[in-house]
């Protein structure tokens, strides 16, 4: 008997052609159409199939049992044999055991010491199990002797370490009873084609959507294909493909027809005995498709124009991976403009999908998403990882902070004063910036500056510190059970999510019922397996989320005719309008990837499938869906990151095929109107800010880094003074160089208080010891402040070697002090100053200035840019220093860095006396006519007015909309 096996025409839908047929033969049959069994290779199609029998009868229905090969069990088959097959053995179980045999190998030959890289390597062991399970090739008897003596060391070290899946795995599943999850599907494919065979069933039995098949699948396909009322139906069949092109697939494993070339010769099917469903048409996409894939053939006649169509096919070009998504989006909105259009994306790029998802939402659409999500990126498993950086941190700001801020963190109180605290907390910790652990947190918020502005933070720290308590005692041990590891973590993680009432928010939802499952499954894996040190916590549990989805219920707002698809939950559907996205190298298709043990010419020479033949099956999706859906559109960016993209393998051979024959693929609209989505109507050209505040509101006390910042940027000084606003430090900032100063100007004043201070024998030690004193107050990093005990040692032994050249050459001053601070009354105003060191020697005055960093230049002094110094003087002659009268005949700078070079002096304008007298006579004049410039209300103070002049930061040009009116001008 000729088998049965028959093919769906490409350009048709294939669930709904094959839902008319299944529907004709039964009622030509005058059968009832639920009777026999539909079977497809995935449950998306399953469900979609549904709705097709639906559709093809024009209302409601029975239908037939429909079943997934990929979800087969002895329920959705009614295989009594089944019953008697050994049971598979759980993929947590396997696991878990497979990390155990590879911990066992205690490192040899390359093997992982840490629990979480050997979890993850057991799931790479058993992707290469499964491969070779439904391969139905014995690793035991192929895998030796594959490694040919020109290979490297590193492949032989590689198949020594696979003894675990040759010699010791199949004897674990034979004490247990057991078989692999790949091996139980086949065998319960074989017991059902040997069940049919046996007694084949009374009704229809259908095998529909193969395209590509494993051995097991082949031989259930030609079952039957044999039964009286069997059939095997083809999906993306090409019957208009050559004789000899045919022949030539087997040696082709990329080409779209390579999987049913295969299939058919599994099956002893000839490719003349399959017949089709339904009348194929002569179609010129399909024609297109067809050429586009053949290898190049001198012989092969030209293209021709009227042979192939672009009708419906559009090319979308965008410049980067984001405007791609912007423009993916519009097209899909554009699909809706037409009642009962439905479109969708298919793309393999998460990325994208997740870009394009949250665009659609931009425009007022949630699309469904059928891959889910990563349940590691759900909200409460990012809680769960937040927790476990702040722990591996040993809760430095950013992390504690990050993990406060979360939306389910509520540390027992309401949602609203947890945010606040939290808020204030962070606040705080910018201004004292506190090292890691919760013993400087404390201290730090127990400080004056904390207490004052922020009296309940010292409390909340306090109280977060115990919700913690057993995750930190957890992880003070040395070594710990694993389990009690992720177990510590989620008591801590209940315990900050629990509300004020008392009740925890962490398995709420769908994404906390998904994770908590998800988590009592692993930690009772996780038993049983060697201790860890708690310090692998972060690694740990990413290696327990692993991969793992959730996959939402369709949510009641979503849009019933968009979709977005990955390439496996695409096959077999049609739409309206297609979007083909991230149609890059690498990404569509994706590179085949041998794994991590065997290189592609040890996966052939051990049997294993040849990974190219994933590029064939990725073909074959694509041809299907471009030649069944009406319109598509073909989607790829420019560039990729920051590298330029290149074009998918599959674009540029159906570039080449229309080149050929003098047609190109027009663009889509899209692409534009991504361009035009941001941008404004009409160009509206920002003024620059020009306050103009009252004189009432105008300062009149101005110190001298705010005359500096005054001359440079007067925004700085308005939104400082008048506005009012303070910029916050950043968080854990690397280094701090103004803190760094600050503690070398304290250390000198609490030991600088005699002119001959620097004489005594233990100087350099006094000063080193006040500088270990405010190091050691502010409770500073400890690498940090590690780094600047060095730099401030080597500082203190260079002031006093200078101190004592200055009074072996000048003598003992009649008076010194350092920080003193002093005022010039001018003209209404009040200028304030507080000087590094100043010293004075009969009638004399001499002004030091300490530069931690690096001192202006003496061109930026004489032109009005670095009036630190001058002012200082003119301060000094005026009496302003209480005590230090007189005139000034010494400016100087020290630079003290305590780097290779421990300081450095530097008199300003090289001492030149008549130099120094002018800067200082301008700076007498000069500053009162600029204080009185700016007390005029009709000044305005300009950001930035001289791009000459420039500040240390520019902590205001977001409030001055500077990116704005620059770009205006």
């Known amino acids: 008997m000729t088998p049965a096996v028959t093919f769906v025409p490409m350009e048709a839908p294939f669930l709904e052609t094959l839902a008319r047929a299944w529907i004709g033969a039964a009622r030509e049959a005058g059968r009832d159409v639920a009777e026999g069994v539909l079977i497809l290779p995935t449950r998306r199609a399953a469900r979609a199939a549904a709705s097709a029998f639906l559709a093809a009868n024009g209302g409601p ?71 070779a399970a439904q391969a139905e090739i014995d690793l035991h008897e192929t895998l030796p002797g594959i490694v040919a003596p020109e290979l490297a060391v590193h492949w032989q070290r590689t198949l020594d370490f696979l003894t675990i899946v040759t010699r010791m795995w199949p004897g674990i599943l034979a004490d247990r009873r057991a078989v692999d999850p790949a091996r139980r599907l086949r065998l319960l494919i074989d017991a059902q084609a040997g069940f049919w065979a046996a007694e084949p069933p009374d009704g229809p039995v259908w095998l529909a959507g193969l395209a590509v098949a494993t051995p097991a699948v082949a031989r259930l396909a030609r079952v039957v294909a044999g039964l009286p009322e069997g059939m095997v139906v083809l999906a993306g069949f090409d019957p208009g493909l050559g004789e000899a092109d045919w022949d030539g697939l087997g040696t082709m494993p990329t080409h779209p027809q390579a999987g049913l070339y295969r299939l058919l010769t599994a099956m002893g099917v000839a490719r003349a ?85 949250a665009e659609l939402l931009r425009l007022g659409i949630r699309a469904e998403d059928s891959a889910g999500e990563l349940l590691a990126e759900t909200p409460p498993a990012v809680l769960l990882r937040l927790l476990a950086a702040a722990q591996d941190q040993d809760y430095a700001a950013v992390g504690l902070l990050g993990l406060l801020k979360h939306p389910l963190v509520f540390a027992g109180r309401s949602r609203d004063e947890c945010r606040r605290l939290a808020r204030q907390l962070d606040l705080c910790l910018r201004e004292v910036a506190p090292g890691a652990g919760f013993a400087a947190l404390l201290f730090a918020t127990d400080q004056e500056i904390c207490r004052e502005r922020y009296p309940e933070i010292n409390g909340f720290v306090q109280s977060v510190q115990g919700l913690l308590g057993p995750l930190i005692g957890a992880c003070a041990a040395i070594v710990m059970e694993p389990a009690a590891v992720i177990g510590a973590l989620i008591e801590a993680a209940e315990a900050i999510t629990r509300g004020a009432d008392g009740r925890s928010v962490l398995w709420d939802e769908e994404a906390g019922a998904a994770l ?188 001298i880094s705010e005359i500096t910042t005054l001359l440079a940027d007067p925004y700085a000084i308005h939104a400082r003074r008048i506005m009012r606003l303070r910029p916050v430090d950043p968080l854990e900032a690397e280094t701090d160089a103004a803190l760094f100063g600050t503690i070398v100007h304290d250390g000198l004043a609490a030991v600088s208080v005699r002119a001959d201070w620097a004489l005594a024998g233990d100087a350099a030690g006094r000063l080193q010891a006040a500088f270990e004193y405010e190091l050691g107050r502010r409770r500073m990093r400890r690498a940090l402040a590690a780094f600047w005990r060095v730099r401030l040692a080597r500082i203190a032994a260079w002031i006093v070697a200078i101190e004592r050249g200055r009074i072996g050459e000048m003598g003992v001053a009649d008076a010194i002090a350092v920080e003193l601070s002093g005022v010039w009354e001018v003209d209404g ?107 005029d209300p009709a000044t305005p103070f300009f950001s930035r007015p001289s791009p000459a002049r420039t500040t240390y930061d520019d902590p205001f040009a977001g409030v001055s909309r500077r990116a704005e009116w620059e770009d205006s001008a």
């Open 61 to 131: 229905l029975i239908m037939p049992r429909i079943a997934a090969i990929g979800a087969a069990d002895e329920a959705a088959l009614g295989i009594a044999a089944g019953l008697e097959l050994p049971p598979a053995i759980p993929a947590e179980e396997r696991r878990a055991i497979l990390a155990r045999l590879i911990l066992g190998m205690g490192g040899r030959d390359g093997a992982p010491t840490r629990l979480a890289e050997a979890l993850t390597l057991a799931d790479d062991l058993a992707v290469l199990i499964d491969a």
């Open 273 to 357: 005995e399959v017949r089709g469903l339904a009348a194929a048409g002569d179609d010129g996409r399909v024609a297109l498709l067809r050429r586009a894939f053949l290898p190049p053939d001198a012989a092969r006649p030209a293209v021709s124009v009227a042979a192939v169509s672009v009708a419906g096919v559009m090319r979308l070009e965008s410049a980067d991976e984001q405007d791609e998504a912007r423009a993916i989006a519009l097209a899909l909105r554009d699909a809706l403009e037409e009642p009962g259009r439905d479109a969708a994306l298919v793309t393999p790029d998460r990325g994208l999908a997740q870009r394009v998802s």
């Open 516 to 703: 908590s499952e998800h988590l009592a499954v692993q930690m009772a894996a996780l038993e049983g397996l060697p201790p860890v040190d708690p310090r692998e916590l972060v690694a740990l549990l990413d290696a327990v989320l692993g991969s793992a989805r959730l996959r939402r219920p369709r949510a009641r707002d979503a849009n019933p005719r968009i979709a977005i698809w990955g390439i496996m939950e695409a096959r077999l559907q049609r739409v309206d309008t297609l979007v083909l996205g991230g149609m890059v190298g690498g990404v569509f298709p994706a590179e085949p990837d041998p794994g991590p043990w065997l290189s592609r010419p040890m996966r052939l020479a051990a049997q294993l499938p040849d990974d190219a033949t994933l590029i064939g099956e990725a073909a074959h999706d694509v041809t299907s869906l471009m030649a069944s859906c009406g319109t598509v559109v073909l989607s790829a960016p420019k560039r990729r990151g920051r590298a330029p993209a290149v074009p998918s393998r599959f674009l540029a051979r159906l570039d080449l095929v229309l080149l050929g024959a003098g047609l190109a693929l027009p663009l889509h609209p899209a692409g534009s109107w991504a361009g035009q989505l941001d941008q404004p109507g009409t160009r509206v050209v920002r003024e620059k800010p020009a306050p103009r505040p009252p004189v009432a509101a105008r300062p009149v006390v101005y110190s």
């Open 829 to 935: 105003f009040t200028v304030k100053g507080r000087v590094d060191r100043i010293e004075r020697r009969g009638d004399g005055v001499g002004i030091i200035d300490f530069k931690t960093g690096t001192p202006p230049k003496d061109d930026a002094v004489e032109d009005g840019s670095a009036p630190q110094l001058p002012l200082e003087a003119v301060i000094a002659e005026a009496g302003g220093f209480a005590g230090f009268d007189g005139r000034v005949e010494e400016l100087a700078y020290w630079k003290l860095s305590g780097g290779a070079t421990e300081g450095e002096t530097r008199a300003l304008l090289k001492g030149d006396a008549m130099r120094v007298r002018a800067v200082i006579e301008t700076a007498r004049t000069a500053v009162p006519a600029l204080l009185a410039h700016y007390a």
